[in-house]
């Protein structure tokens, strides 16, 4: 008992308990996203807060800190499907270490479906003991051990997709199962110092980890019944846990899911396909408005790298997964990845995009919810045969607006964005930098800019708006 109170008393002391603290005190109220852009001002036009409209963002999200921007790493299913074990999982770690990956942000290592074998007697899930040998808890060790997240899958239902237990009605004990791996034991270099002696405390492991939430064997019960108490329970356990609600848009969770979770699955899943993709980016497109720091929609997980797709193709996936505020989850193998999906998934200009650039006071104490603009871009227009001639679009920090043509037709075409399309007064000079070639383009342009693009191919700019009337708001 002696040993637990003066345990518990330094680990109040560390600076880790301290963040924590003040991190969940964070306000729920969410700022505008568009505040700064006043209309008609800084060259904007009157249309421009109603093209990129976020009026159906929260005005309360979950807000248990996390997912201020949309979330980041890779995810098992799309490449490995039930194929995984423990040293798929530690090999993933190594290498979005050696490659890089992890430096520009994908840092949670989520294991998707078939980790689970059964639920013993004592009603916890066991993991499966042919694939997973150490167990999960020596897995997420191993994880947190290289400075990364692990994130894990479970399902509202009976059962998970893959007919491996689901948590319906045990929601409690298996969030107190996943919080419990996450728990680190440490040698306290404080309690050393104050007490005189090493301790063995528990304290939160290093940053946050993550839940996929499914939706087979559901039962017939609504999501909005069966999401919320998993919710619950994992903020009952005093850890904070990403949250990703993956009901497959069945019950538009756009409209609901903001005060459940983190993010939330808004279409059917993704295969390696152009005709997936560029099916689920239109889904998704619907609800650009009711995104933003929190709470993100999620079109499902990256195809890059695993085969289905042309280069430009991938290109295009990757680029407009980035515009619209997407989880950037890697599906491939990232053990073997060739040249040409390495440049597509290391792109940092492209991340850019997806993960803005967060305000150095943004960042813990200060406004948590950001001082920064941070908008889903969308399809602002479309022209050629079903509107296969595109222009994709958001506004970023800065008076920049990240734009995206995207060719889905099958010729090379020229497309043009207008500037009444991007809500710009015509008069407006902005500079164009290209995020594919790493290359400013163009200076001024004033009242529209087009390039030619290939056949499926998905060229990427960031505007740079100078203002019209020389007067910053
Ligand atoms: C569902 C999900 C997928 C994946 C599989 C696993 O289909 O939508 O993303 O998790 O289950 O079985």
Same mark, same amino acid.
């Not at 976020?54 to 997912?67: C, D, E, H, R």
């Given at each position: 008992m002696g040993k637990k109170i003066s345990c518990h008393f330094v680990v109040f002391l560390t600076c880790s308990s301290l963040l924590c603290v003040l991190k969940v005190a964070v306000a729920g109220r969410v700022v505008p996203l568009l505040q700064g852009y006043e209309k008609g001002s800084y060259g904007y036009s009157r249309s421009f807060n109603n093209i990129f409209d976020? $009026?159906?963002?929260?005005?309360?999200?979950?807000?248990?800190?996390?997912?201020r921007t949309p979330q980041m790493g890779w995810n $098992?299913?799309?490449?490995?499907a039930c194929n995984i074990n423990e040293t798929v999982i530690k090999e993933t770690a190594d290498a979005l270490i050696s490659t890089g990956l992890a430096k520009l942000g994908y840092v949670y290592v989520n294991i998707d479906d078939c980790w689970c074998s059964i639920r013993d007697l004592k009603g916890q899930l066991v993991p499966d003991s042919k694939t997973f040998p150490s167990g999960i808890k020596a897995l997420a060790d191993y994880v947190h051990g290289k400075g990364l997240k692990l994130g894990i899958y479970s399902d509202a239902?009976?059962?998970?997709?893959?007919v491996r237990p689901g948590s319906l009605f045990h929601e409690k004990d298996d969030a107190e199962l996943f919080a419990s791996w996450f728990i680190k034991y440490h040698r306290n270099k404080w309690a050393l110092k104050l007490v005189g002696h090493s301790l063995h405390c528990p304290i939160p492991g290093k940053g946050v980890d993550y839940l996929k939430y499914d939706n087979c064997f559901n039962l017939g019960i609504k999501p909005k019944e069966r999401y919320p108490p998993m919710r619950d329970a994992l903020n009952e356990t005093g850890r904070t846990i990403f949250y990703a609600i993956c009901e497959w848009g069945v019950d538009d969770p756009a409209l609901w899911a903001d005060k459940v979770g983190n993010s939330w699955r808004t279409t059917d899943d993704i295969n390696d396909s152009w005709a997936s993709m560029t099916t689920i980016a239109d889904l998704n497109?619907?609800?650009? $408005?009711?995104?933003g720091p929190g709470g993100w929609n999620d079109p499902d997980m990256l195809e890059v790298g695993n085969g289905g797709m042309t280069y430009h193709e991938y290109r295009a996936h990757f680029s407009i997964w980035a515009l619209m505020k997407a989880p950037l989850l890697i599906g491939c193998d990232v053990r073997n990845m060739t040249a040409e999906t390495i440049e597509i998934l290391t792109n940092e200009e492209v991340i850019a995009v997806n993960q803005g650039e967060v305000h150095p006071l943004s960042v813990g104490l200060l406004g948590a919810w950001g001082v920064f603009h941070f908008v889903e871009g969308r399809k602002v227009y479309s022209s050629g045969t079903d509107g296969c001639l595109q222009v994709w679009a958001g506004p970023l920090s800065g008076h920049r607006i990240v734009v995206a043509f995207w060719n889905r037709c099958s010729k090379a075409a020229t497309i043009t964005a207008g500037w009444d399309a991007l809500g710009l007064e015509s008069s407006t000079s902005v500079s164009v930098r290209d995020l594919w070639q790493h290359k400013d383009v163009v200076e001024d342009a004033v009242a529209s800019f087009g390039a030619r693009v290939d056949a499926h191919d998905c060229q990427i700019f960031v505007f740079t708006v100078h203002s019209a009337y020389h007067s910053e708001i």
């Open positions: 976020t $009026s159906n963002y929260g005005t309360v999200q979950l807000n248990n800190g996390l997912a $098992s299913w799309n490449f490995f239902g009976a059962f998970t997709c893959q497109d619907k609800w650009a $408005s009711y995104a």
